[in-house]
């Protein structure tokens, strides 16, 4: 009994969040942050019902072009300008298990580096066959896929002269609402990676190279498409090995 | 009984290899809505022309129907005027409407989840929803009702997890099992909404002297 409810609690819990693999809240290269950081620590709460579970969102609320930026802003067959690429990658926890049937939203700019938005004032031109934005469910293997066009590096104000590396935001769910993370793809061999303050706040290479995905010419269509493969870690259940054996997994 | 040993060593070893650690967030940026509330954007007819999460009753939805008005502020008092804020909270029963919740099955009209941007002039928002029964913490005790509520935007580097609870729920709040372990009165009051004619009323301080709690969970 007693076994059973330990085991209960233990895996309705998850890993703590490691605040160090994290960006810390404030990062005086990047300004924004000044006034926009806590300065206290957070209370750090047990997980609570509320924590592991989390919004669902069924197959029936997503169109099938949902996901291809390519087209789902396009007028009747036209297309997005730019460099035809997928991305594609598997949604894991920590523990390595897939996690199946969660949405996941991305968004970006064109291939100039212009954002279909209010806010934004580049000078590179709208494509009026690209809004940037996408969804999708993962599948049984939490499998994902999106195809658009490579998105443009562009600049910001900082106080410098500070350029985006090419990025696709990527906004994610998971099964509990403590899962919830909102962070950003990049491509490989960008040498604008190393250069960005917003890169920068997170303090660890490694941590970093999660974030950059690779070019997948497995995966690349001849003459039509190319491939970048990015998986995407959340947070686990706590778990240890007694755990995993009265699972059975 | 050595078999069993093998076994489990070399489930071991593939969980060790699988093992990731969790991606590293990164600020959603001042172009959140693009992905997050399109409409709003002004991708108009974008995904059927209705952002995700942004009616979260309809007139089957069972419970108290109650208006939330509030605002986000940084830490010298400007408007957030470029983020987004989700609320998660438990139906009228204390459910929520998820395959993990094991207490019992929610009221199907009601999602729980809603989802607004922050106005581009005055960083407030608004959610049309229900009130939450309550729900036990994790040793069992009753909490005081609440709602779960998470804010991403521009320079915030890591999304930011926080609850409001209700000004009108005084007996309940007292005895809240998070509440007390907060313990300092003042920072208890950042939680907690005031009631108005309008509904209930929560500001959200970022940081400063009101800097709204925030937790690890
Ligand atoms: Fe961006």
Redesign the interface.
Known sequence: MGVTKYNL?CQS??I????D?????L?PR?L??????????????????????????GHD?I?PN?HDLLI??AKPGKSAVGERIMVHGRL?D???RAISGVLI???Q?NAGGR??????TYKAPLDENF???G?TITDEDGAYMLRTVKPGPYPWPNGGNDWRPSHI?F?LFG????Q?????MYFEGDPLIELCP??A??R?K???D??ISRYDPQSTVPMDIRAYRF?????GRCST?FE??LEG? | MLDTVRK?IG??L??T????????????????????V?TF???EG???GVD??SRMINKNTRGERITITGQVV???G?P?K?GIV?I???DHAGL??????S?GRADPYF???GRQPTD?NNGSFTFETIRPGQ?????GRL?APHI?F?I??????????TRMYFGDEERANQDDP?LS??GDEHRIQTLIAAKTPRGFQFKIH??GDQ???????
């Open positions: 609690h819990r998850y703590r969040r490691d605040r693999w994290h960006p810390p809240p990062a990047y924004s942050t000044t006034y926009r950081s806590p300065r206290h620590r957070p209370v750090t709460l047990d997980s609570t019902v509320a924590d592991i579970t989390g919004p669902v969102f609320k169109g949902d789902n802003y894991r920590e523990n390595g939203e991305f968004w700019a954002y279909r938005h209010i806010a934004d809004g940037g934005c969804r935001h906004s099964e509990g609402f403590a919830r993370l909102i962070t950003q917003i890169v706040t997170i660890d490694k941590a970093i999660q974030l998986d995407i870690t959340l947070r090995p995993n054996r997994n | 489990s489930r071991q593939t969980l290899a699988l093992k990731s650690k969790e991606s590293p967030s990164q600020t959603a940026g001042p172009y959140v809505h693009i992905g997050c399109p954007a002004g991708l974008m995904f059927g995700l999460g940084d830490g010298i400007v957030l470029d989700e998660w909270q438990a929520f409407n998820c395959s993990r919740e207490r999602m729980g989840w581009r729900v036990p913490y994790s040793d909490q779960q998470w991403a935007a521009r320079g915030i580097n890591l999304g930011l997890h998070v372990l907060i970022l940081q800097e709204t709690v925030f937790f690890d969970i």
